[in-house]
């Protein structure tokens, strides 16, 4: 079931996408060679638990940190620990925080140091996607117009979309209905919601630089590119309202 939000419930989610909005500011600063992702995801919490919030992913189905940090071939749900970043690399930064009873949640992917022209594309590449995706958002608009501004953009590069997970409704719970894919085929049409005022999504692309297959490593939660090449992956919390979309994960 859809939950329509009022302007009110929107205020409070528009508090939560700020605190990850620092999260994510203070990963742009932070993220460099030697530093390793649990000392990401300690700062993480700090900001979070700084600003009167709490980590919506710490202890989500039994995930054990209050960020997703995903290197390399790492598609999304990599968990922190004692993993040093090194120049070239490129890190998934995933953060949800609570506050008030919603939820924001957004991600991006970073650099580490100087990458290469290729993971950089990628990166660009995958970030035009969710802007691309964002521009499209509105009231009357279809989840089809979000999917398909991804894909369009993702294959015109020469990319894969990931279509093992996809972007989903949020608000009180950090998943709710509806999905929301990155992709469009036939067999979605008995699915393809009608956005209106009130919904909250998050779109997020994850884009491949290979194959389009993933899968889950031992430890039961990272998500790795099936011929290990890399991934990108950026989302962010929509607003729908009567005017138009509003990026709630923002400073």
Not at 136 to 147: D, F, K
Request: glycine content about 10%; hydrophobic content about 40%.
């Amino acid at each position: 079931m859809i939950s329509i939000k009022s302007d009110e419930e929107f205020e409070v989610m528009r508090a939560a996408g700020r605190i990850v909005a620092l999260v994510h500011a203070h990963m742009r600063e932070h993220v460099r060679p030697g530093v390793t992702t649990g000392e990401l995801d300690v700062a993480a919490e700090q900001i979070i638990r700084d600003h009167g919030a709490t980590p919506e992913f710490q202890g989500y189905h039994g995930f054990p940190a209050s960020i997703c940090a995903s290197v390399n071939e790492e598609v999304v749900h990599g968990i922190p620990g004692s993993r040093c970043l090194v120049a070239g690399d490129m890190i998934g930064v995933d953060v949800g925080a609570r506050i008030n009873g919603f939820v924001g949640d957004a991600a991006l992917s970073l650099p580490v140091g100087e990458v290469d022209a290729a993971t950089q594309r990628l990166l660009d590449t995958t970030e035009e996607c969710l802007e691309l995706a964002v521009a499209v958002c509105g009231p009357g608009v279809r989840l089809s117009a979000i999917g398909a501004a991804v894909q369009q953009h993702a294959e015109s590069r020469g990319y894969t979309l990931v279509r093992e997970y996809a972007g989903h409704g949020i608000g009180r719970r950090m998943h709710e209905e509806p999905s929301v894919p990155n992709y469009v085929e036939p067999s979605m049409r008995h699915r393809d919601v009608v956005l209106r005022p009130g919904m909250a999504i998050c779109i997020e692309p994850m884009v491949n630089a290979g194959v389009r297959h993933v899968k889950v490593l031992d430890d039961g939660w990272t998500v790795v590119t099936a011929d290990g090449r890399l991934s990108a992956h950026f989302e962010h919390t929509i607003a729908i309202k009567s005017s138009g979309a509003e990026v709630m994960t923002i400073l």
